[in-house]
């Protein structure tokens, strides 16, 4: 992690979007830290980290436009379409909050059709509170980068297994009742 921070601090914004894209959380909490320390600048990195979020979530959407829905049968799926079409901003917003199982989310707006123009507004808005509120924590709890970064780590893997766990139980009891 040191290393990270040292690398940002060195190329800076050069270096900030492309690891926007890949991890947000994390990334905004070190670029406040740095901001804090004057090494960035918070009115460049917001952009910066925002356009790289998107563009990350762009490529799940692509890859559920693109795809098929895994796990969901056509009947589920329908109404997958049906909610996403009804709640886009809630649904793609909290995909894009809830840790861990944002992905699916985003992968699923896409499979269900969101149209790209409102898919886009909608995370474009999401990533700019999100990464301003990131950005602030690490601006002010800088030193603890390397703590709330294990928190958020662990708080997205137990959003992971506890999903999972809710998966695996469904399918159980579906496939008892079919027998």
Partial sequence: MDHIVHLLAQYKYLLLFPLSIVEGPAITVIAGFLCAGGYMNPFIALPVISTGDVIGDTIYYSLGRLGKPLFLKQERLSRVRVYFQAHPRRTISLSK??????????????????????????????????????????????????QINRYLNETAAWIVVITLCLFLGYGIRTMTRKL
């Fill in 97 to 146: 909050v809830i840790l861990g199982v944002g992905v699916a989310g985003l992968y699923l707006a896409g499979n269900a059709r969101v149209p790209y123009a409102r898919f886009l507004a909608i995370c474009l808005v999401t990533s700019l509170i999100q990464a301003s509120i990131y950005l602030g924590i690490g601006f002010g709890f800088g030193q603890a980068y390397v």
